[in-house]
């Protein structure tokens, strides 16, 4: 329940007046119906007690950054799992001081997978184009890779070799290219 109209603190000259509220009746620390928390922040008493109640065991600064993280996971999981699709992430990560946000949600894994390193490599400083950069990451990070062997086949054929050619006819008609894989046909 809501306290009385005008509360009992309230100096007599400003709930007698019609109206007239002199600067000095504005301020409201001097009620003991309000406690300051730091500088700028108050909490007004609201019930009949005329004392605020006042807890500072959750002030931002008593939180610690594990509690907080612990906290922001538990979050972060409610919301990924009320999302429509098989798949998906929510990622805030930082890159190079800056902090960038992503998310995706889908039914397909390989669309997920793709948009997510795609993104990646958007946010990291390189002149490399992105699919070099994912290539390059790759063999940097030492992953191992496994790829169907018609994906090779597929190489021959964009490069116009057979069966009957050699290794040497592969290394030289790559030697002026990159490998992609799988290759645009």
Do not use: C
Not at 45 to 65: F, H, I, R, Y
Not at 66 to 88: I, K
Not at 142 to 157: D, F, M
């Amino acid at each position: 329940m809501p306290p009385s109209d005008p509360p009992d603190d309230v100096p007599a000259s400003a709930s007698s007046e019609d109206g007239v509220v002199r600067p000095d009746d504005l301020d409201y620390t001097v009620s003991e119906r309000v406690a300051e928390l730091e500088e700028g922040r108050y909490v007004i008493a609201t019930d009949n007690d005329d004392s605020p109640s006042v807890d500072t065991s959750q002030e931002e600064g008593s939180v610690s950054e594990d509690e907080r993280g612990t906290l922001a996971r538990q979050q972060m999981n409610r919301y990924v799992s009320d999302r429509e699709g098989a798949y998906g992430f929510a990622l805030t990560a930082a890159f190079n001081g800056e902090v960038a946000q992503h998310e995706r949600f889908t039914d397909d894994v390989a669309t997920a997978f793709g948009e997510l390193v795609q993104w990646y490599v958007e946010q990291i400083d390189t002149e490399a184009s992105p699919s070099e950069a994912i290539g390059i990451l790759l063999l940097a990070s030492e992953t191992t890779v496994s790829y169907p062997t018609n994906t090779l086949a597929s190489i021959l054929r964009q490069q116009n070799l057979t069966l009957n050619d050699s290794i040497a006819d592969l290394v030289e008609a790559l030697s002026d290219e990159k490998i992609q894989i799988p290759p645009e046909e």
